[in-house]
């Protein structure tokens, strides 16, 4: 994932800033804090919009490639094209929501918690019997764990199969489990992301849900690689974790983008923040783009994130949960987080509630 080129290019971000509303007088330009402002949450609020728009779609797509209900059921030898639409769709699904997961989970914190909790937060407080229909536990990690349900990793079995409340993962095996698939899960899901697309249009966004929302995606970067060793990682029945994280970096880089232009203005020490920044982001993005595929890499044996050995830590895994752990410790000098930190503070937005 190679950082846009507005990261790197004073003469891009001066462009940039000839698109805010002028004030002052015998031709001099002068922007205030609140013309920066309003430009970045703007810019930031297209890339959301964008991005919910193409979520709406991918799970209106995905509801349509399922198969039509049959006696059996369907699975993913039976319908194999059709599951592997669906999938295809679901990871177009997935990709689109990780990009503004941070700020959807400040806006709308009972449609992130439907579309985008894990299954084991839903089975925590109540049993849910029934895969299939759009009530319990539901979102697109519940449709993943149909989808992949011949293909669950065995950590992940592990994990999940001691909890209370847990019940297998299967592919529909009736007509009427083949029906409540389509038109009650995903159906749900299509319709919270609808709900999402359509209530953004109107939200007026403010730059801490904008920009401190990405900054919790950061510091949530750990969690994605630290949860791998017990079965409990985000999008574990795809094996798509990688693919999430970065997604939630690009969707930094996308909104870093938009408030440089501001940083900028705050002489030396804004200047450093954002070489600090550009820098952190790269790091990330250049560790995420070394691996192939979108899965992490494996768990060294034994791997421990408590105690972890020096073999282990020189593996693939081990050098990546070193860079993620660092770089989402805002409370270390030197690392993304920290100085992402240290750029809102500069900018005066606010702590979110």
Not at 52 to 71: I, N, S, Y
């Amino acid at each position: 994932m190679q950082l846009p080129a507005c990261l790197r290019s004073g003469l891009a971000i001066a462009a940039a800033a000839l698109s805010l509303p002028a004030c002052g007088s015998d031709n001099k330009t002068l922007y205030t804090d609140a013309d920066y402002e309003r430009r970045a949450v703007v810019d930031v609020k297209t890339f959301i919009q964008d991005n919910l728009d193409q979520f709406a779609a991918a799970t209106v797509a995905l509801q349509a490639a399922a198969p039509e209900p049959d006696e059996d059921g369907w699975s993913a030898t039976s319908d194999k094209e059709a599951v592997d639409a669906m999938k295809a769709e679901w990871k177009k699904a997935r990709q689109s929501y990780e990009r503004v997961e941070g700020a959807i989970a400040v806006v709308f914190p009972d449609l992130d918690t439907s579309t985008d909790a894990r299954y084991d937060a839903f089975i925590e407080a109540k049993a849910d019997d029934d895969l299939f229909d759009g009530e319990g536990v539901t979102g697109v990690h519940a449709v993943e764990r149909i989808l992949w349900a011949d293909e669950i990793p065995q950590p992940v079995l592990d994990f999940e199969s001691p909890l209370l409340n847990y019940s297998p993962a299967a592919s529909p095996a009736t007509e009427a489990e083949a029906a409540a698939f389509k038109d009650e899960l995903c159906e749900r899901l299509r319709a919270d992301a609808e709900k999402m697309q359509t209530d953004f249009e109107g939200l007026a966004l403010d730059a801490p849900s904008a920009y401190r929302g990405v900054i919790s995606s950061i510091l949530e970067q750990v969690e994605k690689t630290s949860k791998a060793a017990t079965g409990e990682e985000e999008s574990r029945y795809a094996q798509y974790t990688l693919a999430d994280m970065r997604a939630n970096v690009a969707a930094g880089v996308e909104t870093y983008a938009a408030f440089q232009p501001w940083l900028l203005t705050k002489g030396a020490e804004g200047a450093d923040v954002d070489k600090a920044v550009v820098a952190g982001f790269d790091r990330l993005s250049s560790a995420y783009d070394a691996i192939e595929g979108d899965a992490l890499p494996p768990l060294p044996e034994g791997w421990s994130d408590e105690a972890p050995t020096e073999e282990q830590l020189a593996t693939p895994f081990g050098v990546l949960f070193s860079l993620v752990e660092r770089e989402s410790d805002d409370a270390m000098p030197g690392t993304l987080a920290h100085d992402m930190t240290r750029s809102a503070d500069l900018l005066g937005i606010d702590e979110l509630p």
